[in-house]
């Protein structure tokens, strides 16, 4: 059955890299999002984010329901452009904050900003996450069948997530595209998934990080996978923990009290890794721990520690992430970023970071499910004598043009640029093999030229 494709005009087209994810079927907003943040990681420019920086603030212990308040804002009047938040607290916590952290979340998203979820899950028959609290062998038993039923409580709790997924983060009517990273910091030794803790080894993390996208990716449409290992890092634990690239679209790096030189070296393992296997690299957890109630030197810490450390490294690596992100604000926690209570000092610290050319608040970026950077479109004359067809069942791309000058040449492209194929053809009707092209699920720009004339369209193909 020959039907036409969605083919969205623009009247300033966008191009950005048309990169697969690990779920072919993701949504085109989800597709949008994971596009643009390989445009940011190969920029000159990060995006700056926080854990929970609407749903809990320094001066209280408790979440709170003001989804408008943060104080990041309250000291530079702008938001954090990437929202952290963890599904611990939606299923171990009180249904008043899993309200609060899910209105928090569709706040961010309708304001253009990334969402990223972590997941502290507690261990089966307890409420901690820790190895310590943890059944002997649970997560090894999970990745090797079901022993004791540890699978069938696992999938269970996945279960639970994907209901959040699927039924609670939605906007008007379509699912929250979010960047899940599940099994974080596994060559360390304190949760019950990570190195060390009852026998447990890295090809065990690896069944079970694998189970556990395979399982997500199949109930859900709107989810990117991220794998991220704590520092230190080196091209051995990369080898024997990273789950393959069938399972990962972004590579985090965890890392607090950072010094340049060895923050430098793991964050270009990580880089070179995600380069040479196609993905993106981001700080996934960040910041200064060792601060209390004015919160002057963790403040300092952006400006002073981390930003140089990224934007001077002389092998320019560690300025290709995606963002940079740190940890909760809370009376329990630290003052991560400063708040209304902060210092003069502190406050102006973070601020240059904020104002930096090389960091992106909510002040300073555009909404991330629209593409980002723009083209002009050409001869919008030609527009009207085009038109795309897809037939999903012979896996073809038609284009059809009427009343066109011939030869006419039809160009299907990247959005990055890259050519993926171009022909002449003097005929009204011109096909293309999805299958011989190794055309992937994703964003594609199809160019038309007719003389002088051209028109560019973009595709966007499941």
């Not at 960047?179 to 910091?185: G, M, N, S, Y």
């Not at 080898?239 to 679209?249: E, K, L, S």
């Not at 090389?358 to 300073?364: D, G, P, Q, R, T």
């Amino acid at each position: 059955m020959l039907k036409k494709i969605c083919v969205l005009l623009w009247s300033l087209v966008v191009y950005v890299h048309a990169f697969t994810q690990v779920d072919s079927n993701v949504s085109e907003k989800t597709a949008i999002l994971y596009n643009n943040l390989k445009v940011i990681q190969n920029s000159n420019y990060f995006l700056f984010g926080q854990e929970f920086f609407n749903s809990f603030r320094y001066s209280s212990g408790a979440a709170h329901g003001d989804k408008n308040h943060a104080d990041s804002y309250d000291v530079t009047g702008a938001y954090p452009m990437v929202l952290g938040s963890d599904f611990h607290y939606y299923l171990d916590k009180s249904e008043t904050e899993r309200g609060y952290h899910t209105e928090a979340v569709k706040w961010a998203y309708q304001q253009g900003f990334v969402i990223t979820f972590d997941w502290h899950i507690s261990a089966r028959n307890t409420t901690s996450y820790e190895c310590g609290g943890a059944p002997v062998n649970l997560a090894k038993n999970i990745a090797n069948g079901d022993l004791n039923g540890d699978r069938t409580w696992y999938l269970a709790e996945l279960d639970k997530v994907i209901a959040i997924i699927n039924n609670d983060l939605i906007v008007n009517g379509e699912p929250i595209p979010i960047v899940f990273r599940p099994l974080h910091e596994m060559n360390g030794g304190w949760f019950w998934w990570g190195a060390s803790c009852s026998s447990f080894t890295p090809a065990d993390y690896k069944k079970l990080f694998q189970l556990t996208v395979d399982y997500i990716k199949d109930r859900t449409t709107s989810v990117l996978f991220c794998w991220s290992p704590n520092s230190p890092v080196n091209t051995t634990i990369m080898a024997n923990y990273y789950p393959g690239d069938a399972y990962v679209d972004i590579l985090g790096l965890d890392m607090y009290e950072i010094t340049a030189s060895p923050f430098r070296q793991y964050m270009g393992t990580l880089v070179d890794y995600a380069q040479a296997h196609d993905k993106i690299a981001v700080l996934s957890e960040t910041g200064y721990r060792n601060d209390s109630g004015n919160g002057e030197v963790a403040s300092k810490y952006w400006n002073d520690t981390l930003l140089p450390a990224i934007v001077n490294d002389p092998a320019g690596k560690a300025i290709k992430i995606a963002w940079a992100l740190t940890w909760i604000n809370s009376a329990w926690s630290h003052p991560y970023v400063p708040h209304a209570g902060s210092t003069t000092l502190a406050k102006q610290s973070f601020n240059n970071f904020k104002n930096s050319p090389h960091v992106k608040f909510s002040h300073n970026s555009a909404n991330l499910y629209q593409p980002l950077v723009v083209v002009s479109t050409g001869d919008d004359t030609l527009k009207e004598a085009v038109a795309i067809y897809l037939e999903p069942d012979k896996g073809l791309i038609t284009i059809k043009t009427t009343s066109l000058t011939t030869p006419v040449e039809v160009g299907i492209y990247e959005v990055s640029g890259k050519e993926i194929a171009k022909e002449l053809t003097s005929k009204n009707e011109i096909t293309f093999s999805i299958e011989k092209l190794m055309i992937k699920p994703g964003i594609y720009v199809v160019k038309i030229t007719s003389g002088t004339k051209s028109t560019v369209q973009k595709i966007y193909i499941q």
